[in-house]
């Protein structure tokens, strides 16, 4: 919980500096509630914690390959 602003305003604010920022968001939520209450669209790269190390790993490593690799439509997935 951040206080004064949530995950999606501040992806907002720092992607009007750094346009090809890639977000990756960690909510303990699960995914389907938070895409059904309209918080987030679908196609963002979502942790729901607890998440193993190595998830959290391939999601940062996911977003980092979608920045270098300019329009790709990797999705990273933590299979529990």
Do not use: F, T
């Amino acid at each position: 919980v951040m206080p004064g602003a949530n995950g999606p305003e501040l992806a907002k604010r720092l992607k009007r500096d750094r346009p090809d920022m890639d977000v990756v968001y960690m909510s303990g939520y699960e995914a389907g509630n938070i895409v059904a209450a309209g918080i987030l669209p679908e196609e963002v790269s979502l942790l729901e914690k607890p998440m193993a190390p190595d998830c959290l790993l391939n999601h940062i490593d996911q977003a980092l390959s979608r920045r270098s690799a300019a329009g790709a439509a990797a999705k990273a997935s933590c299979a529990d």
